[in-house]
Nanobody, 123 residues
């Protein structure tokens, strides 16, 4: 599995961004997928996850109601739609794939990681 994350950028508070994660060589449809983020000087933290079918999702409390994770098996893509962005959302965002087909929260539940994409939200 070689995950590629994209879609980061510099936006103002209140704006939206859509992050995408895909793998050109392997179908992601059997993997649980997640997004994590890491701000400077902080540990990597869970943001959102989706199970293999897309029928179950999970979010950290701080993004509930603002972020939406979804997957498109036909496009082999997992998307994190981020609305109402805040300066505290600034971080490098990583997509990850788990061999467990569930929506998992822990870093150690994930076996493959993308390279990260930077999201910067200015106030």
């Amino acid at each position: 599995v070689q995950l590629q994350a994209s879609g980061g950028g510099l936006v103002q508070a209140g704006a939206s961004l859509s992050l995408s994660c895909t793998d050109s060589g392997r179908k992601l449809s059997t993997y649980g997928m997640g997004w994590f983020r890491q701000a400077p000087g902080k540990e990597r933290e869970f943001v959102a996850a989706v199970n293999w079918s897309g029928g179950s999702t999970d979010y950290v409390d701080s993004v509930k109601g603002r972020f939406t994770i979804s997957r498109d098996s036909a496009k082999n893509t997992v998307t994190l739609q981020m609305n109402s962005l805040r300066p505290e959302d600034t971080a490098v965002y990583y997509c990850a794939a788990s061999r467990f087909p569930v929506s998992a929260r822990e870093v150690f539940d994930y076996h493959y990681w993308g390279q990260g994409t930077l999201v910067t939200v200015s106030s």
